[in-house]
């Protein structure tokens, strides 16, 4: 039997050297998230009051969509040529290697966007003063995100075309981490105290660390029985 | 459990409406291959996925030891090297060969570095079947594992099968080409029709 931690990095390493190796597709969601904040400020307008005044809204909303684009091939590829049902098979106890292809998928999706973000709010005029608490809930909140999102991914993989599925059973969850990041970067521009909001998120991402992987690891196995 | 591997008691499983097993018994101790035979369709495939407990939807009993299963699709990631993918399988669970023995076992050596996209079906299908002596397990579930093999790769695939019974395993395969092991058994599902 393989110790725990060794588990874990060997999953954790094989992600990462995978996602090196199509980093196209891993960077395609960033590009996604660039390119629709550019047409916000270009829809909506450039007056630097109105702009900002959304732009909250208009960061948490497109990183949760794509979010959801970089979530799709999580585990698709791995279907597709049979490693997954091998580390179903194999990979006891399965939640460690499942926590492990996850955090990686946050490293290039969750991670990257929360780095991408000061990009984005300089795009919507957003405040500076509001520019950390922006890193704060993304970087909390994010890995609700993957992991939630993870559970999708491992029910849909079986089918074809899974993607709108997908994404209606992820969306609804994804309203706490979206109502509370954003809320929390609005009352931050008006100079108010968030860090109940921050404290949330953060429970929030907790509960998905403890929850999704043994719920991923019981989607997959039925995606598998079924194919 | 005795020192059976494998042992299936009234085994009974229907799919898309057509029974494709009724009341199957069969077991496999130390040292026994079963050849599996019938036509597309006939549930080889269903059998080995149920056995390796890929596939729930049947009745009766299974017991079996520790297993490797190497099924249609060859487990095999295209973006790692032969030798990323093995040494992965090694982390899962660890067995007595080393990555480059197994490599060298199965002819690969020289391909460590290559990632298994630029390989051929029969080259990816030689690095899964490394995978067999990398993870080690007493039971082997092979559905047709001479697939893309050329006739060095079916060669290849018989001594792995004859080593594997020689350690004290068993092996199930599923297959049309014949294996001719030594006193192997064959069941032949159209047969029992």
């Given at each position: 039997m393989s110790t725990p931690g060794r588990l874990f990095a060997a999953q954790f390493r094989r992600e990462l050297v995978a996602t090196m190796r199509s980093l196209q597709e891993a960077l395609n969601p960033l590009v996604f998230l660039f390119l629709a904040i550019t047409l916000f400020a270009l829809g909506v307008g450039v007056e630097p009051e109105t702009l900002g005044r959304h732009a909250p809204g208009i960061i948490w909303v497109l990183v949760l969509l794509s979010n959801l684009l970089a979530l799709e091939g999580l585990f698709r590829r791995d279907f597709d040529d049979g490693t997954l049902e091998q580390l179903v098979l194999l990979?006891?106890?399965?939640f460690l290697p499942v926590l492990a292809k996850v955090a990686a998928q946050w490293c290039v999706s969750g991670l990257a966007m929360t780095l991408l973000a000061p990009l984005a709010a300089l795009l919507l005029y957003?405040?500076?003063?509001?520019l950390g608490v922006t890193l704060l809930t993304l970087l909390t909140g994010s890995p609700a995100l993957t992991l939630f999102g993870a559970v999708g991914a491992a029910l849909t993989v079986?089918?074809?075309?899974?993607g709108v599925l997908l994404a209606l059973l992820i969306l609804p969850l994804y309203v706490p981490t979206l109502i509370f990041g954003a809320g929390a970067i609005t009352l931050a521009m008006a100079g108010s105290d968030v860090s109940a909001q921050i404290y949330l998120l953060t429970a929030i991402s907790m509960l998905s660390v403890t929850v999704a992987p043994f719920a991923v690891q019981a989607a997959l196995r039925i995606s598998l029985e079924q194919s | 459990m005795h020192d059976g591997l494998l042992q299936i008691a009234g085994f009974c499983c229907e799919r898309d409406g057509r029974v494709l097993f009724e009341a199957l018994n069969l077991n496999l101790g130390r040292g026994d291959a079963l050849e599996l035979r019938g036509p597309n369709g006939s549930g080889k495939s269903t059998l080995l996925r149920a056995i390796a407990g890929l596939y729930p939807d049947y009745s009766g009993t299974i017991e079996t030891a520790e297993s490797l299963y190497l099924g249609h699709r060859p487990g095999v990631s295209a973006l790692l090297t032969a030798a990323e993918n093995l040494a992965w399988y090694g982390a899962l669970r660890p067995g007595d060969t080393e990555v480059e023995a197994a490599l060298e076992r199965v002819g690969m050596t020289g391909y460590e570095r290559v990632a298994c996209q630029h390989m051929s079906a029969g080259q990816q299908r030689r690095v899964a079947l490394a995978r067999l002596l990398v993870c080690a397990a007493p039971l082997w579930l092979l559905d047709e594992p001479l697939t893309a093999l050329d006739r060095s790769g079916q060669a290849l695939v018989r001594s792995l099968i004859e080593g594997q019974r020689q350690a004290g395993g068993a092996v199930l395969c599923a297959t049309h080409?014949?294996?001719?092991?030594?006193d192997g058994r064959v069941l032949d599902l159209e047969a029992r029709r």
């Open positions: 990979g006891e106890p399965l957003l405040p500076a003063d509001a079986g089918l074809r075309r899974g | 080409q014949p294996l001719e092991l030594a």
